[in-house]
Structures are given as C-alpha cells and as structure tokens.
C-alpha cells in the first residue's frame, strides 16, 4: 500500500514514544521507508536501538555522528519526504516547531520539509488546556501541519482528561490515506466568495436574488480536499460549512463583502468570484420599517454596488489566479470574454441561462470555462460537486503542474 513512500518519523521525548514502536512498525509494514528522527529528550524514553531495527535504518538524533564528524543533512532529509509525521509531539516540541526554535535535527528537519506533515499531541491535561499551548497549536494549523488530536482517557500522571496521542492505528490510517491520495493545493489559500448580497430598503426588507450558494461551496470542498486553506466569504445562505481547513466570514451585502475581499486578497494565492452580487443597492437605508399607509407609490433610488471582481483585478499580483463567473442569457460567450478582460480575470466560468439543469438553484451545472490565454473547456451536465471539482482540477491543479 505504501510503498515506495518515504515516511519521516519525528519522536519527542514523551511517554507516549513506546507507541511511537508500534506506528513505525505499522508503516514498515505497509512497505513505506521509514527515517526515525528522535529528539534528545525522546531517547530516555525509547532506545534507538528498537526503532532502527524496526526501521532497517539507523535512527538520527543528533546533527553529526559523535566519532566519525558525519554531518546529517536536515535538508536532504526533508526533501526526501512524502510525508513527515510527529508522534508523540510534546508540548515543548509544538512550542518550538510554531516558533521556529531549530535546536535540534527534528525541529531543523521540519523547518527544511516540503513535505505534508502530521503532528500527533500528547501530553497532561492541563499542559494540552494551557493557553500557551492552544496559541500553538492555531499556529501550527494556520502553517498548515495537519494536527491529529489527542484521545481523552487516562494519562501517565494518573490523571483523567484529554492529552493520549491518538492510538497508532489511527495515526496510521489518517497518514496512510493522505499517502494514497495526495493534496496538490497543499500550503495554498483561495479566497472564495458565495451565495447572494442583501441590501437593505429598511429594517426589515431587502434587494436580493436567488442564488442558494450551492455552487460555491462546492468548490470549496474540492479546493478543501484538494489541500487549500479557504477563506469563504459568505452572503447570506442556509447551508452548513463544510469540513476542512475553511474560515468562513458571514457578510450581507456588496460592501461588506468587498472591504472583506480586499484585506484577504493580497494574502491569497487566488480567488474565485462565485457570489451573486447585487448590482444596485438603494441609496440610503431607512432607519425605522417604511410605513404602508404613507404613499401609494414609491420609488427607490440605487446606486451602483463596487465590482468586488474587478476590484481584485486591479488588486491582482501576477502570481495570483483570478477567477470570475458569468451567467449569461445571450451572445454568451462574447458576453462572457468581454466580463473577463473588463474585470482582469484569468478565467471565466460560463453558465448561460438557456442551460437546462444549469443556474440558481438546482443541483446540477453546465459550465464552459474560459481562459484569458484562450483555452476553453466544455464541461458537460453534472452535479455542483462535480463540477466544483472539474474547475479546481482544471484551473489550480492541471495550470500548476503546467507552470
Ligand atoms: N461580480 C462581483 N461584484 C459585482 C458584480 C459581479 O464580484 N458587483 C462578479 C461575480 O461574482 C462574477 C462576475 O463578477 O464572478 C460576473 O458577474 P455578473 O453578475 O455576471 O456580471 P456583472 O458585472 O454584474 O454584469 P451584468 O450583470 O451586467 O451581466
């Protein structure tokens, strides 16, 4: 199942290390390679000798070998990954991987990594609850280490709570299918927006269109499956957030959702602009609900909402990928060209009204994606999930392995 694959296996001095016996095994096993890396503290608690028997290798701990002056390359170590796992991770070792404290060959090793890795806690309760520990570990997950938490149970001081690394079956499992089936966007943000704006008459009433959001947020699964870190931008949607490294920011209308956008984009390595955007807003909000009986007729004045998109178009760095929509009922693909240079996206996802299956509120999607160097994809009919996929497949994945 694994092999082939290249496994670095990071032990900090815990008491959960003996486990740390049975994961290597469970990866020797499946046919990967493995490379113990052991901390200093991590040998008092499990010998060398055990692990590079288990491993076929001998185990590295120390940046040279005491009487030969060997020199131990973290960097060749960290480029020969597929994956680097770290189990038991103490609260010491987390404390210095967030905070770059390279004193040692597993901490150098996982500063030199391009690896995905997985970091498996153990430790007390009150060390895992403390707040230097959570600051930690957010850090850890924002720089994109894949955390894998700790069991609640019965610890080692003879206290109950939350703090036992992971059983190594576990562990095993969450590595071994990472292995299988890898995250290309790994290490990558998207900024996402979806679902309609709401602009406000008054109190109580809004402009506002039928968009459902479907179809945004199944492009965040799959930038989500796919390894990105996603910053949704939200207007008003009644669907759940999916799973994933996903932080999703509610607005409700065009210029919340912009001054959002313009904070996050120049941090992102891309966007896509999915959101239904209200074209107009009325010119000023009614502080008190407008009363019926006051007039038989009335007329709302509205101005223009700002392009959220063509704001990031100006915005855009030439290593960021833009991406737009364009929901068109006629001459759409001229239509849709002219959207894409007006707005300075790299390409433009086209759904024409005339579509049956494609739109606003049904689960299924007809989109050709066009791209401002001129390629053009015809998806067929599909669902909103697989057509998410398509477009994160096409536009991140296949122009990144092209680039
Ligand atoms: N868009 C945006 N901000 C707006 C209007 C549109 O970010 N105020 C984005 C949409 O999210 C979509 C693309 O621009 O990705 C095209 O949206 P669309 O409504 O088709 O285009 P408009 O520019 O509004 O043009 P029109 O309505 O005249 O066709």
Request: proline share 5%.
């Amino acid at each position: 199942m694994l092999k082939g694959k290249h496994i670095v296996l990071g032990i900090s001095g815990g008491i959960a290390a003996y486990k740390s016996v049975m994961l290597l095994r469970l990866f020797v096993k499946a046919g990967a390679e493995v490379q113990v890396v052991i901390t200093p503290n991590g040998k008092e608690f499990i010998t060398p000798v055990t692990l590079s028997s288990l491993s076929g290798k001998p185990v590295i701990s120390d940046f040279f070998t005491a009487n030969t002056g060997e020199w131990h390359s973290h960097v060749d170590l960290g480029l020969w990954a597929d994956a680097m796992v770290i189990a038991p991770a103490t609260a010491s070792t987390m404390a210095k991987m967030a905070n770059g404290v390279a004193d040692n060959m597993l901490i150098t090793s996982y500063l030199s990594t391009r690896a995905k890795v997985f970091a498996a806690p153990a430790m007390d309760l009150d060390m895992w609850k403390h707040p230097s520990t959570v600051r930690n570990l957010a850090r850890l997950k924002a720089d994109g280490v894949d955390i894998i938490e700790p069991e609640a149970g019965e610890l080692a001081s003879g206290l109950s709570g939350k703090g036992r690394m992971e059983e190594p079956q576990n562990i095993f499992d969450r590595v071994a299918s990472w292995l299988v089936s890898p995250q290309p966007l790994l290490g990558k943000t998207v900024l996402l927006t979806a679902g309609p704006t709401y602009e406000n008459i008054d109190p109580v009433r809004f402009i506002g269109n039928y968009s459902s959001g479907k179809m945004g947020f199944a492009i965040v699964r799959a930038l989500s499956d796919a390894g990105a870190r996603v910053k949704l931008v939200c207007g008003p949607v009644n669907l759940p957030t999916p799973e994933g490294n996903i932080d999703r920011i509610d607005v409700v209308s065009a210029r919340e959702m912009l001054a959002v956008c313009e904070k996050e984009f120049p941090h992102a390595d891309g966007a896509i602009c999915c959101a239904a955007v209200a074209d107009y807003a009325p010119a000023s909000c009614a502080s008190s609900k407008m009363k019926r009986e006051k007039a038989d007729t009335i007329t709302l004045e509205l101005v223009k909402n700002p392009d959220i998109a063509a704001t990031l178009g100006k915005m855009k760095r030439p290593d960021q990928i833009l991406v737009g929509f364009a929901l068109e009922t006629d001459h759409e693909e001229e239509n849709a060209i002219g959207k894409m240079a007006r707005k300075n996206l790299d390409w433009i996802a086209l759904n024409s009204m005339r579509e049956k299956g494609a739109g606003f509120k049904v689960d299924t999607n007809k989109i050709t994606l066009i791209s401002a160097s001129g390629v053009r994809i015809d998806l067929p009919l599909m669902t909103k999930t697989e057509a998410g996929r398509k477009m994160v497949e096409k536009i991140f994945i296949d122009e990144k392995a092209d680039s």
